[in-house]
């Protein structure tokens, strides 16, 4: 069931029904204008991982200023994409499974659309789907550039992945995808652009030899928040996949030479409880907030700690300040904002304390 | 928006597109049957928590054995269940926020509901709803039993507190909410035992001096999966709050002394690269199974662990055993049950490798 929105447009940030999902516009543009202006200069273009988002609103704000399509790691993210009027949406993973293929050469109808492979095998299953719809799916090699999770051995491994491909008369080869996404937590600047580095020469390695084959990538996509200023120099990457930039969250603001962006993504949450000692509870626990890459930060409330999460209350531990009443709202700062954001139907854009708007967060919960 | 279910009833198992949230019916019954069994010969009755399912269709099979009605943690689990025909609902939490308590005052006119407080603010809160909709709201006093979460201190505060709420001719005071989720984690059988007899030492002392005040406890609330028996067993609880048992996840079943429930709840997942030495990666990372309490367990399959989740990704270490072939199925045993339902719009049912029944997830994403 989709659960009905926790605001109206026009009310105080303050009677928003708690947790919710909170984006501060101001500070979303921004980032959003921030981006197009860092890779203007550059010969790469955006394409916007939706994993982060997972709504065809932002999507064509995103496009909007530049963007030439989106990035989803499901099947059922592109047909929210693609469902919204997105038209160009590239699945940056494998799909396995003869259902989902279907359901993405069928999307094939009304949106660009590609997957990736690292297997032969995974091949076979796309050609036979392209076939049964009487459509051609362009599909990319991920290569593996370092993270060693998905993705195949750069070099001729890779190049005999393209030919098979190119074969088919059910495909199209649609280039590279070179992600290396755990770079981007290397908090050591030097060591993360080397890691970048190392990326950059595999992929480079592997498109001359797939030119020697005859065979030119027309996207060569990679690249996260935490990395996509070196992958935009490099004059390899066509595209860069960043997704979080839009909102930013407390692991990748770690970082020393952070990228400029804001945060704009929050969960409203309001004090439940304070009868525990030195703790007040609030409304918003694990299920609220993502805690897979450490716990929230609490927003410009220096003194209050956000120290530990159950299924639906969250610990904040009052250090250095005064307890914030009962019936009190905070705002969180999402540890990891892509989790997060998949936990909620609605977006509530707020500007200058005004809920402004209500975006559905369409594309929430698609696994598949 | 509602995702498609990810099966049809008929189907193989192995034809579930995933990752998807698979019920085996058999283990399942069998768990609700054995709690019934467990806690009839006790003067507890069942109150079976709704935040675990999240379903009215499970709530329902609950209450065929026994069980005298529902727990939720929110507003909006409470709206599901009384939407879906259950007839009684306790909010096991206090409720701070004028728009979640006329929801909850309003629904009082189709379910029997209460809920709780630990501070005469949320008093005075529910006391205006319930003058506002024409209806008396039923109360529980919540107690610290050793949790130090929420709850007010036991004996006189909490006396004090009961005596505002019975004084108020829009509330009812219902009883004693006496929760002590973190002793069900400790793993040494006669710490757990021993938190638990504090718990009903502290919940005794109050109930005697309420009754010094003319107060009896029609409810007397609280337990876990992981302590019930103890609460059953202590002639002082009247319902037990279970929720965990319907399913059983790896972190209770880490006890040595594990209450005789089977594994009835899992994801499946297909693996979908086996590009890299060593490991299989498979379709379901932290958005699709919790880790919130450690990586899932992989079922039946000895040699194989799951060894990392990142979003969508899930990397199963081969240690020994054959790997996996691409597109092979394999059955994730949740290390945390209640938040991955909570990532989930369906339940896929399964018996004997057949889709039998599908089943919403009616309070999947009810956050306030």
Chains 1, 2 share one sequence.
């Not at 009962?326 to 005004?354: A, M, S």
Request: proline content about 5%; some cysteine; aromatic content about 4%.
């Amino acid at each position: 069931m989709l659960q009905a929105p926790p605001a109206e447009p026009g009310m105080r940030e303050d009677e928003i029904d708690t947790p919710a999902l909170v984006i501060d516009l101001d500070a979303f543009e921004h980032n959003l204008d921030t981006m197009a202006a860092l890779l203007a200069p550059t010969e790469a273009k955006l394409r916007a991982h939706a994993k982060t988002h997972k709504s065809p609103v932002v999507a064509k704000l995103q496009m909007a200023r530049g963007a030439v399509g989106q990035c989803v790691q499901k099947v059922a993210e592109a047909e929210a994409l693609a469902w919204g009027g997105v038209p160009d949406v590239l699945v940056t993973n494998q799909v396995v499974g003869p259902r989902k293929l279907a359901r993405l050469a069928a999307l094939s109808r009304i949106c660009e659309v590609g997957l990736c492979a690292d297997d032969e095998a995974q091949v076979v299953l796309a050609e036979q789907a392209a076939e049964a719809a009487g459509i051609r799916l362009k599909m990319l090699v991920e290569i593996d550039v370092g993270m060693a999770r998905g993705g195949i051995e750069a070099g001729p491994p890779a190049v005999a992945l393209a030919e098979r491909i190119a074969a088919s008369k059910h495909l199209i080869f649609g280039g590279l995808q070179a992600y290396h996404g755990s770079a981007q937590h290397i908090r050591e600047p030097e060591k993360r652009a080397g890691a970048i580095a190392e990326a950059v020469a595999r992929t480079r390695r592997t498109m001359e030899q797939l030119a020697q084959r005859g065979l030119s990538c027309a996207i060569v996509g990679g690249a996260g928040t935490g990395t996509f200023r070196h992958e935009a120099a490099s004059g390899v990457y066509t595209e860069i996949q960043a997704g979080s930039y839009a909102f930013m969250d407390v692991d990748y603001a770690k970082n020393d030479d952070a990228p400029p962006f804001r945060h704009a993504l929050f969960v409203a949450t309001t004090v439940m409880s304070r009868a525990a000692p030195g703790i007040v509870v609030v409304d918003c626990g694990h299920k609220g907030v993502a805690v897979d890459s450490g716990m929230p930060g609490v927003w410009e409330r220096p003194g209050l700690r956000f120290a530990g999460a159950s299924d639906e209350h969250g610990k904040i531990m009052v250090e250095d300040a005064a307890a914030p009443a009962l019936g009190e709202r905070l705002r969180l700062v999402p540890g990891h904002c892509d989790p997060t954001v998949d936990r909620y139907d609605w977006y509530v854009g707020v500007r200058k304390g005004r809920v402004e708007c209500l975006w559905p967060i369409a594309a929430r919960g698609g696994m598949a």
